[in-house]
């Protein structure tokens, strides 16, 4: 890359996912104003399947889809015809009736060719195969496919360049300088997760590297695409762009003049005793987290071109973080705030100082909530079932997330709002929530966080919006104890139900999701790791005890999580039917019981400890 000065642009527009007359009316904004900004030449490099959205899903079996990309490609041929630009850009794309994850090569004088995703998405898109054709025919010319994406940008000094679609292989691919464009479509999380990959793949390969992700615009129903451009050489970070949000944008540098290093990459290192947690830099932790979930909620909004969001707020941590989420989400949208209707619907369990600490954490926002309490309604729902309305069964916890639900929507219609879910991560995993009640929402903005992180979350959030007087209330709803508050209060109008009591600690559940699902290691090798972590603070029949829970429970409730609502992914780790975690709900835990019976049997006979 020595002598032709030219500019590299990372260029994400904006989209509307599958309205490719609407994604190309943009990405040719987004040249024109490229072009403009200098007269040297420049390559512009485009997301993975920018043309279309990267998350259109079954839309991709749809030819129209595949039509009008390449309809579109012809629009950008002719708008840089006898420029100074060469792009690169993403689009799904029909070859003998098979479907493929491609970058088009357009260079000033035309389209080039194409370059195919050698590991696709195989529920969309063909692996390429010694089949795959050539050649397609473009305006009366054959234009390449190019099977391993070897190619050259001569008019700009560049003899060797490769572009790789979608994910980086493991492993040395170059022995001599090469021009990597990786187009991807990349996941904001809150856990550096590819940063140590893209640091890997760039110290075995050598040459500059530029990541050109996908950005918000994209669906937000599973999770939110980073819009992540990176410049990389010999494994340092050169050059960065992470900002999350809906507009274009464009990085651009000069390869000639970039430092020899900017970032150096830490290595990743967990935290023992809370394993989604890095051990350095847990404030930027926290700030990405919060980010996810507000601009998920923001896109939801804009999609559903809701102004208004309705929220249950429960003087509890999770409601307590969703208030945060939609308030920060409204200012972003230079909405009032007093578009959140966040209700309180106190029952027979709620005590004063939930209540107490929801209306002042509401207070700080700036809201008035409405109060409807469900005490009248629930015992008229009761004897209208045939239930005493005194006996604390499930019955009686479960009606009232019911006839919570039910403000709720009703709510919804009334204001034209979108229901916002509160259940977290941990929540999820262990079905602690009510079907149909506290389970549904339109948007879960906690899907992502699991309890640990957003208790810490909480405080830092609150502090961030409210200031001091925002940390102190948050941390003493973080401090309070957990409970659905769903069982009558006893004598001392005390709440007289503690859901670690039931469940056994977050702490422990934290550590056994991150390392059974995430990490995908045996009962028996998760139980001896919480051993060694949490020696001396919780016993190993208890530890054991708990883990036990886990199973039965995350294999019981499956069926909760097929049902369950969007809500953007956070970390690593996502527990979504969809696009997560899937498993069939009637699977059986008895393998894995199975396991952990067996070390029962040695602690119960063994070393004494049970």
Not at 289 to 296: L, M, P
Request: charged share 20%.
């Amino acid at each position: 890359m020595k002598g032709i000065d030219w500019l590299l642009n990372l260029c994400v527009p904006t989209l509307r996912v599958a309205d490719v007359s609407f994604n190309t009316t943009q990405i040719l904004q987004v040249l024109k104003e490229t072009g403009a900004s200098s007269e040297q030449k420049q390559l512009c490099l485009f997301p993975q399947l920018a043309l279309s959205g990267s998350t259109c899903g079954d839309l991709f079996f749809q030819p129209l889809l595949a039509q009008s990309s390449l309809q579109a490609l012809e629009k950008v041929e002719k708008a840089i015809a006898n420029t100074r630009l060469n792009v690169v850009i993403g689009l799904p794309l029909l070859l003998e009736n098979q479907l493929y994850d491609a970058a088009a090569v357009i260079e000033p004088h035309g389209l080039r060719g194409f370059v195919l995703n050698q590991e696709p998405d195989p529920r969309y898109f063909q692996t390429p195969h010694e089949n795959t054709p050539s050649s397609l025919s473009w305006k009366g010319r054959p234009v390449e496919i190019f099977m391993q994406g070897l190619l050259d940008f001569s008019s700009l000094g560049v003899e060797h360049a490769c572009i790789l679609v979608g994910g980086l292989p493991d492993m040395r691919l170059f022995a001599d300088e090469v021009l990597v464009l990786n187009p991807t479509a990349l996941p904001a999380l809150a856990d550096n997760f590819y940063d140590a990959k893209f640091h890997q793949f760039s110290s075995q390969n050598a040459g500059l590297m530029a990541v050109c992700s996908a950005g918000a615009a994209e669906s937000t129903g599973e999770e939110i695409f980073s819009g992540l451009c990176q410049i990389w050489r010999n494994g340092n970070l050169l050059a960065e762009d992470s900002e999350l949000g809906f507009e274009s944008k464009v990085a651009q540098v000069s390869p000639q003049r970039l430092p020899l290093e900017v970032f150096r990459i830490k290595e990743n290192q967990r935290d023992f005793r809370l394993p989604f947690l890095l051990v350095d830099d847990q404030e930027k932790q926290m700030e990405t987290a919060f980010e996810i979930q507000t601009i998920g909620l923001m896109g939801r909004m804009r999609h559903t071109k809701s102004e208004k969001l309705v929220l249950g707020i429960s003087g509890g941590a999770d409601s307590s973080m969703a208030l945060l989420v939609c308030s920060h989400a409204l200012d972003q949208l230079g909405l009032p705030r007093e578009n959140l209707i966040a209700v309180s619907m106190p029952g027979p369990g709620s005590s004063d100082n939930s209540i107490n600490k929801s209306a002042q954490l509401a207070n700080l926002a700036g809201i008035k909530p409405p109060v409807i309490s469900i005490t009248e309604a629930l015992r008229e729902h009761l004897a209208n079932i045939g239930h005493d309305g005194h006996t604390a069964d499930i019955t009686f916890e479960n009606a009232q997330a019911r006839e919570r639900a039910q403000i709720l929507m009703d709510l919804s219609n009334l204001h034209g709002g979108l229901v916002v879910g509160t259940g977290d991560l941990s929540e999820i995993a262990l079905g602690w929530s009510t079907y149909n009640g506290d389970q549904m929402s339109m948007y879960d903005v906690n899907a992502g966080l699991p309890k640990t992180v957003l208790l810490r979350l909480l405080v830092w959030a609150a502090e961030m919006l409210f200031g001091a007087e925002g940390r102190q209330i948050g941390q003493e709803i973080a401090n309070a104890p957990i409970t659905p508050e769903l069982q009558p209060l006893d004598p001392d109008g005390k709440v007289s139900q503690a859901t670690e009591k039931v469940l056994g600690p977050f702490l422990l559940h934290d550590f056994f999701l991150w390392h059974a699902i995430q990490e995908r290691k045996t009962p028996g090798v998760v139980f001896a790791e919480a051993n060694q972590v949490f020696a001396g603070e919780y016993e190993p029949g208890f530890i054991l005890k708990t883990l036990q829970t886990f199973y039965q429970r995350f294999f019981q409730h499956q069926y909760k999580r097929t049902a369950a609502p969007d809500g953007p992914r956070i970390f690593s780790l996502s527990l979504s039917a969809r696009s997560g975690w899937r498993m069939p709900a009637d699977a059986s835990p008895a393998l894995w019981l199975e396991q952990l019976a067996q070390i029962e049997k040695t602690l119960q006979t063994g070393d004494g400890s049970q």
